[in-house]
């Protein structure tokens, strides 16, 4: 037997004191989130996918993390390229594979197969093979290692009895070695490899897809088996972009974020009062809708600009006008959105909603969020991802991209256009449910006009106004007005203008009608009292008159007395006692 | 001799040319490389065939050299070998490759071109 398969029977595994399976981080965003932290450590496990879904990219990515964030070195045996072109292809990354192999923390190998040059006489077995695999773990200590892609083998040699055989002695043997392994392999017809190794590998079974719907192209992960682990079994989207790759665990894990009690301004005073006084709550969800041209992206843009203002991070995700376009048109109502996407405030990412598939949206959005830590995230409008996949996979496609901006407490600002045949207090999408705070915008015609009117529909958790405002664009941003709400119904525009002027000039008259009443009253009171004091000045000289006759009564008595008493005294008549009585 | 050395470094002969030079009438000195992993029953066969297929067809015109890849494992990426045993055939250019023990000599010889190979497999 050969010396390698004895000598490697010496490594055991560390003992499972943990009881869930040991794993060696990948070090890929999202994929340890899945697998719940890993790939299963000292074990083998099968990376398969069709040509062009990235499985050389996946494990070389898990080598190069495991070298540089986790201390693992890794031995990359390469079958279809050379460590030279392997090096070039991925230097676009970011990994130097040529400075990592100086280190000692990489070793590259490229096995060529030629079929031509090689001819089969009798019995052999895959020895060299374990050896050059021993050598490379041996020379720098490795821990990792990926054989990409070892089907190359069955076109090379033609005695697949021997191969298979010796498969499975290799698979054996990297378990010996404690070495976690990736095996890439190429998607077979109604199997999951075309050869057959998933019989071989059979710990974790990992499936890359690449996808097209509708000409839309979507990459997809899943995990097919882990054996020894719960896992997430979804598919997920993943990315390949300048960094690597990125998995996006985007299903919702459920409603357990936690909530803030804070307010934050939505940029517009009135718009702050009605809801409440202080605006909306960090890290609710905001939907601004409304018919086409209302104002919804002038709402969003005093939004971003006031939580810049600030200081706060935000990321507006446009699918239907360029950053330099917006910023112009909202240059137009006085917010200046270029200063603060200089100073590394404001994110601008526009794309057309069609360009990739709504996955590939949320997992781009996840990214960007994830990279950037907004506080705030505006998508204008959501209503366009429809146009990306059907209006039921938008729809959960928004409530996963809800559920993830409330998990990292982020303000989600999603603005929806409403076509004005359906009913208008509903999305396209029909995320109006989940949304905290629902603000519509309408236009209301009248007299001629075209005005805009904006009122709360829902606000979770706040005392909201119920009333209509009149929605103004000036040249200093977005005012909020009172509209006329009187006998004629609701007036807006020139028509509460001229409402209020026909307002004001009917207080005046009634103003002057009561003035003119009052002068009445006091001349009449003036009058009265003329009257009054005329009466008692009359009244006063029948008084005088009365007094002055009645003195004169008493003296014409007294004088009559006197005169009788004379009288009688020259007729010597008798005194009457009575009289002399009543004189005593 | 001396020419066919030189030419070794040309561009790629037809196979009836190399035909030609390797045969035996060439005489030219056949530089053989025999990959083996220790002392194995099979590197053991594989040695005693190549030794009967030589001593038969290049008598005195061939070098035997048996690497063991236990002790030299550095040397096996050299020669891409992935097989064991391997033999590969450094001169007479082009390089050839035959893996297994070469029990069946007829396809031994083809492959190492001592014979033509067979109108029809």
């Not at chain 1, 050969?2 to 499972?16: D, Q």
Request: hydrophobic residues 40%; contains cysteine.
């Amino acid at each position: 037997m050969p010396a390698i398969t004895r000598k490697s029977n010496t490594t055991p595994k560390k003992s499972t004191a943990n009881r869930s399976l040991p794993k060696a981080p990948t070090g890929i965003q999202g994929l340890d989130e899945i697998t719940g932290g890993g790939l299963p450590r000292g074990r083998p496990t099968l990376v398969c996918g069709s040509a062009g879904a990235g499985k050389t990219l996946l494990a070389m990515e898990f080598l190069v993390r495991g070298a540089t964030q986790y201390g693992e070195p890794g031995v990359f045996m390469a079958f279809e390229e050379t460590a030279a072109e392997l090096t070039q292809n991925v230097r676009s990354l970011g990994f130097d594979l040529d400075e990592l192999t100086n280190e000692k923390k990489l070793a590259l190998d490229y096995v060529r197969v030629e079929r031509s040059e090689i001819d089969e006489t009798g019995d052999y077995d895959l020895e060299g093979l374990f050896i050059r695999l021993g050598a490379a773990i041996d020379g720098i200590g490795a821990k990792r290692v990926v054989l990409d892609t070892i089907e190359n083998l069955f076109s090379g040699l033609q005695n697949e009895g021997i191969l298979r055989a010796e498969l499975r002695r290799l698979f054996r043997w990297l378990k010996d070695k404690g070495v976690t392994a990736v095996i890439t392999a190429e998607r077979g017809e109604g199997a999951l490899t075309r050869h057959g190794l998933e019989e071989y590998v059979s710990d974790c079974v990992i499936l890359l897809d690449h996808r097209v719907t509708d000409q839309v192209s979507t990459r997809r992960l899943r995990i097919v088996k882990y054996r020894g682990t719960a896992h997430g079994t979804n598919e997920y989207p993943f990315l390949i972009d300048e960094d690597g790759f990125s998995v996006l665990p985007v299903t919702s894990l459920g409603l357990q974020h936690r909530v803030s009690q804070e307010h934050i301004s939505s940029g517009v005073p009135r718009l702050d009062t009605m809801l409440g006084g202080a605006g909306f709550y960090r890290g609710s969800t905001v939907l601004v809708s409304g018919t086409a041209g209302t104002g919804k992206t002038s709402l969003a843009a005093q939004f971003v600009d006031a939580a810049c203002r600030r200081g706060e991070r935000c990321i507006y995700f446009s699918f239907e006008e360029s950053p330099g376009q917006l910023m112009r048109n909202m240059q137009s109502i006085g917010i200046d959105l270029a200063q603060w996407s200089k100073k590394n405030l404001l994110q601008f990412h526009s794309s057309r909603a069609t360009l990739f598939g709504l996955e590939m949206h949320l997992a781009i959005i996840h990214k960007i969020v994830h990279d950037f830590q907004p506080q705030i995230v505006v998508i204008d409008p959501v209503g366009s991802l429809i146009q990306a996949g059907n209006l039921r996979d938008a729809h959960t496609m928004l409530i996963r991209l809800i559920d993830f901006l409330k998990q990292r407490e982020v303000t989600g600002f999603l603005t929806n256009l409403t076509s004005g045949g359906e009913s208008i207090e509903k999305t396209d999408v029909e995320i109006s449910s989940i949304v905290d705070t629902w603000l519509f915008v309408r236009a209301i015609e009248l007299g001629g006009e075209r005005n805009r009117a904006l009122y709360v529909l829902k606000s979770r958790g706040m005392a909201h106004s119920n009333q209509l405002r009149e929605f103004l664009l000036t040249p200093h941003g977005i005012d909020l007005l009172d509209v006329y709400v009187g006998p004629e119904g609701v007036l807006t525009g020139s028509s509460r203008l001229s409402q209020e002027a026909r307002e004001k000039a009917d207080a005046l008259l009634r103003q002057q009608e009561s003035e003119r009443r009052e002068r009445e009253r006091m001349r009449k009171r003036e009058a009265l009292e003329a009257r009054i004091t005329a009466l008692r000045k009359e009244f006063e000289l029948e008084e005088r008159e009365a007094e002055t006759s009645a003195v004169q009564e008493i003296s014409r008595e007294k004088l009559i007395a006197a005169s009788r008493e004379a009288m009688s005294r020259s007729r010597r008549a008798d005194q009457t006692a009575g009289l002399s009585r009543s004189k005593k | 001799m001396k020419k066919s050395a030189n030419s070794s470094a040309q561009a790629p002969e037809s196979l009836k040319e190399i035909a030609e030079k390797a045969g035996p009438e060439t005489g030219e000195v056949w530089q053989l490389r025999l990959y083996v992993a220790g002392q194995t029953p099979r590197s053991v066969a594989a040695f005693a065939n190549l030794k009967k297929i030589c001593e038969q067809h290049l008598a005195g015109r061939y070098n035997i050299e048996v690497v063991d890849l236990v002790k030299h494992p550095q040397l096996a990426a050299g020669d891409q070998i992935l097989a064991i045993p391997t033999l590969v055939r450094k001169l007479p250019q082009p390089l050839r490759k035959i893996v297994g023990d070469l029990r069946d000599t007829e396809r031994a010889l083809v492959g190492l071109q001592l014979r033509p190979a067979a109108p029809e497999k």
